[in-house]
C-alpha cells in the first residue's frame, strides 16, 4: 500500500518528519518498508506567464515567446500548437535537469536565443501528455517553483499491509491509525452532494438475489456528464499511488477507492439492458467479456452484477466489456457494494483474475462505508466531469450491521503484556482507535467493535490493540527464567520421526547425496510412466479441487516420479551423475469421502559415477549393491535387523529389485529402475533407487539404545565352504541357515564368490562363503572347529538340497 504523507495530513494533524512517522507507523504493527520523497526532480522549473507570441524569422513551425517569470521577461523559442497568450506555463530555466534526466541550458535555435524551455506534463514527469505545452491554472504566482505551485512536493510511505488488517488499504484507514498513535482527533470529512430533481428510483433499480454473498448494494446515477482527463492534482495522487489514470469517471473511482478503501465501479447507464441491476450467482454454462478482453467461464458460485438480460460485470473481481465507460458515456450508474469476503477470493483464484477491487474484498470492506463512498464518488464526478446528480441513493442493505461486543480484562492485559496499565488507559486506547466502551465493571470492560475492524473477535484480538498502541518499545523486557531438571531416556519404544530424519539426512549428506525439495502435487500420466496397473493402490490419490494447471491437480501418492523428473532436468543440462533423495509426506485417501491418510516417506536416486574419478583412476558406476550398503548402514545405525525379500515392484527391474523388511514389517523398496520407465521419463541411463515408504513406523520400530559387544580375547578360526544350489534360491536363505546350524560359534558369514558357467549345471549356482568361528571363553581347537562345519555342511545338504563343491 502506497501512502502519500500530504494525503494524510488531510484527515489529521501530523507535526512529525515522514521519516519519524515512519517509525511510528512500523512500531504500531504497519510496517514501512520504504519512504521516497517525490517533486525534487523538478528544481528549477518556475511558474511563467506568455506574455506575447512572434513567429519565428527563420522557422515556420516555431515561434518566439515572451514569458514573464517574476523577476524578468526571458525569450524562448517554442513549437507547441497549444500555447496563447496569457497561458500560464511551467518554464525550465537553464541548468534545471529534468526528472528524465536531461539538462536544460541557454541555445541558439534558428539563429534566435531561447533562454529555458517550456515543458509538457511528460517532460515534467507529471502524466503521459506530451503533444503539448502543460496549461497551468490562471493567476499562478510568478516565478514559484513549479513543486511548491502545484503541491507536488510529497513524501510516499510503503507500506506492508497484514492479510487480517484490509481496514488499513487506505488513506482513510492509515489516517486512524497515525490519529490513534498520536492522539489527535480523525478530522473525516461530510459529503455534501448537489442533487437533482429527478429521483433515482424513477430511472433505475436494485435487486439483490443472493444476500449471503451481497450484503449490501449502493447505487448512484449521474447524467449529462462529459468523459475528459482528470484535473492534475488527482491524476499526480493517483500515480503516486501507482494507479494509472483513464479518464475523470474512472479516475473518480479508483481515488474513492484509495481514499476510503470502497472499491467502486461505474457503468455506462445507457448500456444496461432494462436499466436495472440485478446482483445474482452466475448460470452455469455462462461466459462474460471483462474489461481486458478475455472471456470468462462462470460457474454458480460466483457473483455476477447482471441487468435484465446478462451479466454485466464479475461481483467484487472487475467489470464487464460491454458496460464500460467510454468517451461516448453520457449517464454513469455508480455501485459501492459489499460482498463476501470468501466468495471473491474463490472467484479472484478460480480465475487467474486478481484487481485492486478484489484484493481489498478478499481481505473485507467496512459495510459501513458503502454509501459514504457512493457520495464522495458522485461528489467528485459532478465536479470534474458535470452533469446532474440524480436525487437519492438506492441503498439495499438487508441485514444491517450490528457491531460485535468483547470484554478486555485489565488485570488480564497487563499479564499478557507485562505491563502495569491502569484501566483509564485502556479505556483511551480503546477510543483513540474508534472502539465504543459500552459498560466498565471494575476492572473490566466492554467494547463495541466499530465496522471497519473486521478483524477483531475476542479478548486477546483488543490486548494486542492495547500493545500496539501503548507502544511495543514501552513494553517492558525481563531475561526468561526456568528451572532445568535433569535428563533421561524416554519410556516411550522407539525413535522420534524428526529424530529418524535426522540421521537419514545426515548419513545421506555425508554419502554425496543432494537433498530435494518438490511440490507435493503431480499429474495423473505418472502411474502410466512407472508401469502401475489400473487397479493399483498407488493409482488412488487426492483430486485438488481447484488445481492451478493439470500438471498438478493431484497430490502425490509417492516419491519416486518427482525425483525421476528431477534427474531429467538435471540431465537436459549435461549433468548425468548425480545422487539426490527427498524427505516428505505423501498422500493416501482413505474409504470415507473426504479424509486421507498422510504418510511420511523418503526416497533416494543415483545414477552415473559413485564418485568423481581421478585422471588415474577407473570410473566407478552407481550399482545395486552402493544403494544396498547405504541401507544396511541406515539400519544399523537404527537398531534394525534388515531383510531383502523378493517383491514384484512394476516400476523396477524384475531381476534387479527387493523389497526391505524388518520383523515382519515391509519398510520399502530398492533397485534399478525399469528401462521403460526410465525412458517414459526421459532418462538416458537407468537409475538405481531405495524408497522407505513409512518413517513412522521406521520410528516405532528403531531401537533407541545401541548394543556394543567387547573386543573379542580369541582367535576365530576361518573355514570356506562352496555350495552349488538351484538358480533361484537367495543367498540369504543359505546365510541364515549357517548361521543357525553353527550356533554360537559362529560369529560372521561372509559371501564373497557367486559363480554361474563352466562346470556348474543349467538351472544352478555356486555359492561361496567365508564362516568365521570363535568362541567367547577359549580358543577353538581343530578338532572342535571340523566337528561342527562338518555338521554345518550336512544340514546344508539335508535342508537345501545343496551340493559341497
Not at 498422510?598 to 545395486?624: C, L, S, T
Not at 555342511?793 to 538340497?801: N, V
Amino acid at each position: 500500500m502506497k501512502a502519500s504523507f500530504n494525503w494524510l495530513s488531510e484527515f489529521v494533524e501530523i507535526d512529525l518528519a515522514p521519516e519519524d512517522l515512519a517509525d511510528r507507523l512500523t512500531m504500531a504493527g504497519l510496517e514501512v518498508e520504504g519512504c521516497s520523497r517525490l517533486g525534487e526532480g523538478l528544481k528549477g522549473v518556475v511558474v511563467g506567464k506568455i506574455v506575447s507570441l512572434t513567429p519565428h524569422p527563420q522557422a515556420d513551425q516555431l515561434v518566439l515567446c515572451q514569458v514573464d517569470i517574476g523577476s524578468e521577461v526571458v525569450s524562448i523559442v517554442c513549437g507547441a500548437a497549444n500555447i496563447r497568450s496569457s497561458q500560464y506555463v511551467p518554464v525550465a530555466l537553464p541548468g534545471s535537469v529534468l526528472p528524465s534526466g536531461a539538462r536544460i541550458e541557454r541555445a541558439e535555435i534558428r539563429g534566435e536565443s531561447s533562454v529555458g524551455m517550456l515543458c509538457s506534463e511528460f517532460e515534467l514527469g507529471l502524466g503521459e501528455d506530451a503533444a503539448g505545452i502543460m496549461i497551468l491554472p490562471e493567476n499562478g504566482r510568478l516565478g514559484q517553483p513549479i513543486s511548491a505551485e502545484l503541491a507536488l512536493e510529497d513524501s510516499v510511505f510503503d507500506i506492508s499491509i497484514t492479510p487480517n488488517r484490509g481496514d488499513c488499504l487506505s488513506i482513510l484507514g492509515l489516517a486512524r491509525e497515525v490519529a490513534a498513535i498520536l492522539r489527535r482527533p480523525l478530522r473525516d470529512r461530510e459529503e455534501r452532494v448537489e442533487e437533482g430533481e429527478v429521483p433515482i428510483e424513477s430511472l433505475t433499480s436494485v435487486q439483490i438475489e443472493d444476500e449471503d454473498l451481497c450484503g449490501r448494494y449502493a447505487a448512484r446515477l449521474i447524467q449529462g456528464i462529459t468523459i475528459a482527463p482528470s484535473p492534475l492534482w488527482m491524476r499526480w495522487r493517483l500515480k503516486m499511488a501507482g494507479i494509472r489514470p483513464i479518464s475523470n469517471v474512472v479516475d473518480v473511482t479508483n481515488y474513492v477507492m484509495m481514499e476510503r478503501g470502497q472499491p467502486l465501479h461505474a457503468f455506462d447507464f445507457e448500456q444496461l439492458k432494462g436499466r436495472r441491476i440485478l446482483v445474482r450467482r452466475a448460470r452455469k454454462g455462462e461466459t462474460l467479456i471483462t474489461l481486458d478482453g478475455a472471456t470468462r467461464w462462470l460457474s454458480p458460485e460466483m457473483l455476477v452484477i447482471a441487468d435484465a438480460e446478462e451479466g454485466v460485470a464479475i461481483a467484487g473481481v472487475m467489470g464487464g466489456f460491454t458496460s464500460e465507460v467510454s468517451q461516448g458515456t453520457r449517464m454513469v450508474l455508480l455501485e459501492s457494494a459489499w460482498f463476501d469476503p470468501v466468495s471473491i477470493r474463490r472467484t479472484s483464484k478460480t480465475l487467474g483474475l486478481q484487481s485492486e477491487a478484489s484484493y481489498r474484498f478478499e481481505r473485507r470492506v467496512d459495510p459501513e462505508g458503502a454509501a459514504v463512498a457512493a457520495d464522495r464518488a458522485i461528489q467528485l464526478m459532478a465536479k470534474t466531469a458535470g452533469g446532474q446528480v440524480a436525487r437519492g441513493v438506492f441503498d439495499v442493505y438487508p441485514r444491517r450491521y450490528s457491531p460485535p461486543q468483547v470484554s478486555l480484562r485489565t488485570p488480564r492485559s497487563n499479564l499478557i503484556l507485562g505491563t502495569k496499565l491502569g484501566t483509564k488507559e485502556i479505556i483511551a486506547a480503546m477510543e483513540a482507535l474508534q472502539f465504543s466502551v459500552i459498560s466498565q465493571d471494575r476492572d473490566e470492560i466492554r467494547v463495541a467493535v466499530p465496522s471497519f475492524r473486521g478483524d477483531i473477535c475476542q479478548e486477546i484480538d483488543l490486548i494486542e490493540e492495547v500493545a500496539r498502541i501503548h507502544g511495543f518499545g514501552r513494553i517492558p523486557t525481563h531475561s526468561p527464567r526456568g528451572t532445568i531438571s535433569p535428563g533421561g531416556i524416554s519410556p516411550q519404544k522407539g525413535l522420534l520421526p524428526s529424530v529418524i530424519e535426522g540421521i537419514i539426512r545426515r548419513l545421506l549428506g555425508a554419502s554425496g547425496f543432494f537433498e530435494a525439495i518438490n511440490f507435493s502435487f503431480t499429474r495423473p500420466d505418472v502411474f502410466d510412466k512407472l508401469r502401475l496397473h489400473t487397479d493399483h493402490p498407488l493409482r488412488r490419490a487426492v483430486r485438488l479441487r481447484n488445481p492451478l494447471s493439470e500438471e498438478q491437480c493431484i497430490l502425490r501418492t509417492l516419491l519416486l516420479p518427482s525425483l525421476l523428473e528431477d534427474l531429467r532436468w538435471n540431465e537436459n543440462r549435461n549433468i548425468r551423475s548425480l545422487k539426490i533423495f527427498e524427505i516428505a509426506r505423501t498422500f493416501h485417501p482413505l474409504d470415507s469421502e473426504a479424509a486421507s491418510q498422510e504418510k511420511r516417506e523418503m526416497a533416494a536416486i543415483a545414477v552415473g559415477h559413485r564418485r568423481q574419478p581421478y585422471w588415474n583412476e577407473e570410473e566407478g558406476e552407481v550399482d545395486f549393491f552402493l544403494l544396498k550398503g547405504m541401507v544396511e548402514g541406515l539400519g544399523q545405525e537404527l537398531g534394525l535387523m534388515l531383510k531383502w525379500e523378493p517383491g514384484d515392484l512394476p516400476f523396477l527391474h524384475p531381476r534387479k529389485a527387493a523389497r526391505i523388511a524388518s520383523n515382519g514389517h515391509e519398510l520399502g523398496w530398492i533397485g534399478q529402475v525399469h528401462p521403460d520407465v526410465a525412458e517414459a521419463f526421459g532418462l538416458s541411463g537407468l537409475p538405481y533407487g531405495f524408497g522407505l515408504t513409512d518413517l513412522d513406523l521406521i520410528a516405532s520400530l528403531a531401537q533407541q539404545r545401541k548394543r556394543y559387544s567387547p573386543l573379542p580375547k580369541f582367535p576365530s578360526v576361518v573355514r570356506d565352504l562352496a555350495l552349488m544350489v538351484p538358480s533361484d534360491l537367495l543367498a540369504q536363505k543359505a546365510d541364515e541357515l549357517i548361521r543357525r546350524a553353527g550356533g554360537n560359534l559362529v560369529g560372521e558369514v561372509r559371501l564373497f564368490d557367486l559363480y554361474q558357467g563352466e562346470k556348474i549345471p543349467a538351472g544352478y549356482k555356486s555359492l561361496a562363503f567365508s564362516v568365521h568361528y570363535r568362541a567367547e571363553d577359549r580358543t577353538l581347537t581343530d578338532e572342535e572347529v571340523n566337528e561342527v562345519h562338518s555338521s554345518l555342511l550336512q544340514i546344508l545338504q539335508r535342508d537345501l538340497g545343496a551340493k559341497i563343491r
